[in-house]
């Protein structure tokens, strides 16, 4: 079974690799109370009084001729020491996508939209003891800045985190710039864009940073516009307070600011607004409310 939508000619599919529930704690502008008030609304599915719910997913875009597929999950195998709840996972994500009708053969274009373990993970999978590309045909697009933030050979340039924990997420990159990006590029398949980039008529990115220095953005408008926004919100409570961030942002206040930009846009352009981590029906509209957004509709997603 795949969950599915039509967005004007394109096709949407999304594809759940996993499940998890972390802290609240891991918003730490956000008074208890918040949670409580929008509690009757979006509780139990997207938060309950101790945890924060999330999906690890994918999205296939079928659109131009084309088969994109939009992060690509956390992998499985993997030696993830800042994040141990992510490593040695076993799933059955490529099962999965075949059974949506999506071979890895057939994907064109992958598009990491930062370089997270939960975005860039089956980006590679593991033959006998070597890291390959998972999608043979596709170009992956990396965001420049990224790339260069996290490859190990710039360790030093970045400078030390801002406390323990992202010190250690920082020194961690380096395994999973090892075993899910270094791969792809030395298969050349890696395609590496900044400032924007146009994939095709109904598709481009564009740069939103904030949560990592390279964080993009995915926008489609086949005749119904929508924006694939990764990690720009984690959950829904940072509609409703954009400038609240998430302790996995790497700046604070920067993605804030992206936040609401590309919000008050997609509000303005009508478009589905559609996160990476969303359970639920996955992307929803929105329209401005107050210093915040409130949830117009929910994306019509249907099981097929």
Request: aromatic letters at 8%; glycine letters at 8%.
């Amino acid at each position: 079974m795949a969950d599915r939508a039509q967005l004007g000619a394109a096709t949407v599919t999304r594809v759940i690799e996993w499940r998890l529930d972390l802290p609240l704690s891991m918003f730490p502008q956000t008074p208890s109370a918040a949670w409580q008030e929008l509690a009757p609304d979006l509780s139990p599915t997207f938060w309950d009084a101790e945890n924060w719910h999330a999906v690890v997913q994918s999205w296939v875009i079928q659109v131009d001729g084309l088969t994109v597929v939009v992060d690509t999950g956390v992998g499985n195998g993997r030696d993830r020491p800042a994040m141990p709840f992510l490593a040695n996972l076993e799933t059955d994500f490529l099962g999965k996508l075949e059974a949506a009708g999506v071979g890895p053969e057939s994907v064109d274009i992958v598009v990491n939209t930062h370089i997270h373990t939960d975005h860039v993970g089956w980006n590679t999978r593991r033959e006998n003891d070597t890291w390959v590309p998972t999608f043979p045909n596709a170009r992956y697009l990396v965001p420049e800045a990224d790339y260069r933030y996290y490859h190990p050979e710039n360790a030093e340039a970045r400078g030390p985190g801002r406390d323990e924990q992202h010190q250690a997420r920082l020194d961690a990159s380096r395994i999973l710039f090892e075993d899910s990006i270094l791969p792809i590029a030395e298969a050349g398949q890696i395609e590496l864009w900044s400032d924007g980039h146009r994939i095709s008529e109904s598709l481009w990115l564009r740069p939103t940073p904030g949560h990592t220095p390279g964080s993009s953005v995915l926008w489609l408008d086949a005749g119904r516009p929508a924006v694939f926004v990764g990690d720009l919100t984690h959950t829904p409570m940072q509609l409703h307070r954009p400038t609240d961030s998430c302790v996995l942002d790497e700046d604070f206040a920067e993605a804030g600011v992206t936040r609401r930009r590309v919000l008050t846009e997609a509000s303005r352009r009508r478009a589905t607004v559609i996160p990476a981590h969303y359970p639920g029906r996955g992307g929803m509209t929105v329209v401005a409310r107050s210093d915040g957004f409130m949830i117009d509709d929910w994306l019509a997603i249907n099981s097929s």
